[in-house]
């Protein structure tokens, strides 16, 4: 298969390659009776930046993730802009700002009734990362966990579950605005763990210029693997909404999308 060839390159080969096939394949313009390019407020697009899925090189957005956003967008004949926020800012905005998409962000029970969802665009497995050098720290259940401290992003959902987990804020949990900032503080040794995939682990010590011999993922968390969405707030157009699911479903039939999604973890359906 195509998605296998593709996992055997780096994340720069990977991501150019879904790019070209992505762009060549067939698009049918999803009809819908609302005036798209005409909507009051106009379409924004929110997001963090979280290698591989969504990155920022030269002040163009793009990653995983970003690709099938785009082929999505570029269906309906849209261009939004893509804003960059700290997690918990995008959300907010999303939650609270009519015709706002956001991704990728995962349908917890809390957040259901905020926003209408789209469609799975990525896929999770977290769990717990630590530095290679830190052989003091033993990871085989969750409550092994609980005598470190932890680097999390506010307002994601691990951070959230983790709470709820009875993992305190401020001791056992260093709250991050974004997740290089929590990898910052575990490279700086102000963390002992910090939660991420390790599909993303390469990404950000390229990113940071680390080496990957330095850090090793320590231990999944089966409650965190989920996957993440493309959701629209729930206050947005209905022709907005009828379109962009429209548009998601007519894609998901085509073969260069479905590994695109696979390629950023989604599990067909299934499996």
């Known amino acids: 298969m195509l998605f296998q060839w593709l996992a055997?390159?780096?994340?720069?080969?990977?991501?150019?390659?879904?790019?070209?096939?992505?762009?060549?394949?067939?698009?049918?313009?999803?009809?819908?009776?609302?005036?798209?390019?005409?909507?009051?407020?106009?379409?924004?697009?929110?997001?963090?930046?979280?290698?591989?899925?969504?990155?920022?090189?030269?002040?163009?957005?793009?990653?995983?993730?970003?690709?099938?956003?785009?082929?999505?967008?570029?269906e309906l004949q849209l261009a939004p802009a893509f804003e960059v926020y700290p997690w918990a800012r995008a959300v907010k905005i999303a939650a609270s700002t009519p015709n706002v998409l956001i991704y990728n962000i995962a349908r917890t029970k809390e957040r259901e009734a905020q926003f209408e969802w789209i469609g799975p665009i990525a896929g999770y497995r977290l769990g717990f990362v630590r530095l290679k050098q830190r052989t003091d720290i033993k990871i085989n259940t969750l409550d092994d966990a609980r005598a470190f401290n932890i680097a999390v992003q506010r307002g994601d959902f691990a951070t959230e579950w983790l709470v709820q987990q009875q993992f305190r804020p401020g001791s056992q949990l260093q709250i991050q605005p974004d997740i290089e900032a929590s990898w910052r503080m575990l490279l700086l040794g102000k963390a002992d763990l910090l939660v991420d995939d390790p599909?993303?682990?390469?990404?950000?010590?390229?990113?940071?210029?680390?080496s990957a011999t330095e850090v090793e993922f320590a231990w999944f968390i089966p409650e965190l693997a989920q996957p993440t969405w493309l959701a629209l707030n729930k206050n947005s157009a209905p022709g907005l909404l009828t379109a962009l699911r429209n548009s998601y479903q007519h894609l998901s039939q085509q073969s260069q999308f479905q590994q695109g999604l696979q390629a950023a973890g989604v599990v067909p359906a299934g499996r």
């Open 8 to 74: 055997g390159f780096g994340d720069g080969v990977r991501f150019f390659w879904l790019c070209c096939l992505l762009c060549c394949s067939p698009v049918v313009t999803a009809k819908a009776d609302l005036a798209l390019a005409e909507l009051k407020p106009p379409l924004r697009v929110v997001l963090e930046i979280s290698p591989p899925h969504q990155t920022l090189q030269q002040g163009e957005v793009g990653g995983l993730t970003t690709i099938l956003v785009r082929q999505l967008l570029t």
């Open 199 to 210: 599909m993303a682990i390469n990404s950000m010590l390229q990113k940071l210029g680390i």
